[in-house]
């Protein structure tokens, strides 16, 4: 049997509750990673791993409560593409239209945690980034706390959002 290859495979995006499961389980040991690793002194991998966390619950929070008929009537819209396959930036717009998220919690996680996300896998971005900002400080404590703060506000807002949906 040959080995399964992303690029010759393409993911069903018929997701099924074990699935969600899943990114809820992910959401979790990714917030929990995140703290070994800003705790073991590996900041970059501190900080993709709060991104993960939060994609994970976005992500999961989109599947299970956006309804597809949602894509009928928004076909430009970003959630009209398999949600697994939205940026980031796609899915704090879905949470924000959705009434999830306010547009205060968007901005932060725009201005902040993306970059972060990006410039820390993608080395590229990680240059560009250190020599247009080179006060930034990837590895700085402070701004651990910060990005740290802001998934955990973004997701006590989705939290919150639950008991409605």
């Not at 949600?83 to 932060?108: C, F, I």
Request: charged share 20%; glycine share 4%.
């Amino acid at each position: 049997m040959a080995a399964w290859s992303p690029m010759t495979t393409r993911v069903s995006e018929d997701w099924q509750p074990e699935d969600l499961d899943a990114l809820l389980a992910m959401a979790m040991t990714a917030v929990q990673e995140s703290k070994r690793c800003h705790d073991a002194n590996a900041p970059h991998a501190a900080l993709l791993m709060l991104a993960v966390s939060f994609e994970a619950a976005l992500l999961g929070l989109i599947v299970a409560h956006v309804p597809d008929h949602e894509t009928e009537k928004h076909p430009k819209h970003p959630w009209a593409v398999a949600p697994s396959h939205l940026h980031l930036a796609d899915l704090t717009k879905v949470a924000v239209e959705m009434g999830w998220l306010t547009e205060s919690a968007r901005t932060k996680v725009d201005a902040v945690l993306i970059p972060a996300r990006t410039m820390v896998a993608h080395p590229g971005a990680y240059v560009r980034g250190l020599r247009q900002v080179p006060e930034l400080d990837l590895g700085d404590p402070v701004g651990y706390v910060d990005v740290l703060g802001i998934v955990e506000e973004s997701c006590a807002a989705l939290a919150a959002a639950l008991p409605s949906l």
